[in-house]
């Protein structure tokens, strides 16, 4: 059908369609592995570390915090 509509003749119909085949799985074997070669944002990163005494710090001002916002609550009741 496709050799009448286009007036196209083969040498070997099996060695085109062959061809044909051998091209068209190179392409998905090309874009399977642009897909796996692409990166999330997210993996660029590296986890920050934080120094102990600067965490320690944080839970020091929460607990200041904390009791301020219950010595408020104390005084509107």
Sequence with gaps: MYKKS????????YATIK???????????????????KTNNYNKYEQREYPTEFLESLYENNKILESNTEEDDMEME
Excluded: A, F, M, P
Aim: hydrophobic share 25%.
């Design 19 to 37: 061809r044909w085949v051998i091209i068209r799985v190179e392409e998905l074997e090309e874009r399977k592995n642009k897909s796996k070669t």
């Design 6 to 13: 286009k007036g196209v003749e083969y040498d070997s119909d």
